[in-house]
């Protein structure tokens, strides 16, 4: 098992900054890639950003040369600094895990909520 904890969300201006934060806890060796998705109100769950162990990452076109996504292994915590935030970027933005098996298991955290307003 795998525990996500999410945090970071808050209300920004436009053109502002936030970090976020999801820390892992549980069988931690066995997770081999993570992620940020997000979901706005009545919209699909979409991908943000993914790293995996070796630090390769990737991200949406529509964050791309805005958002850094990051790990520490040694604090079990992934990141994702936002930068230039768009009213767009305004979303519940929720931690991902994947987890080596047969098939793969794919645990999720709660979310945490950024909004993007004047």
């Known amino acids: 098992q795998v525990q996500l904890v999410e945090s970071g969300g808050d209300l920004v201006q436009p053109g502002g900054s936030l970090r976020l934060s999801c820390a892992a806890s549980?069988?931690?060796?066995?997770?081999?890639?993570m992620g940020w998705y997000r979901q706005a109100p009545g919209k699909q769950r979409e991908l943000v950003a993914t790293?995996?162990?070796?630090?390769?990452?990737k991200y949406a076109d529509s964050v791309k040369g805005r958002f850094i996504i990051s790990r520490d292994n040694a604090k079990n915590t992934m990141y994702l600094q936002m930068n230039s935030l768009k009213p767009e970027d305004t979303a519940a933005y929720y931690c991902?895990?994947?987890?080596?098996?047969?098939?793969?298991?794919?645990?999720w955290g709660q979310g945490t909520q950024v909004t993007v307003s004047s």
């Open positions: 991902n895990a994947v987890q080596w098996g047969v098939p793969p298991i794919t645990y």
């Open positions: 549980g069988s931690i060796g066995s997770i081999y890639a």
């Open positions: 790293i995996t162990n070796s630090g390769s990452t």
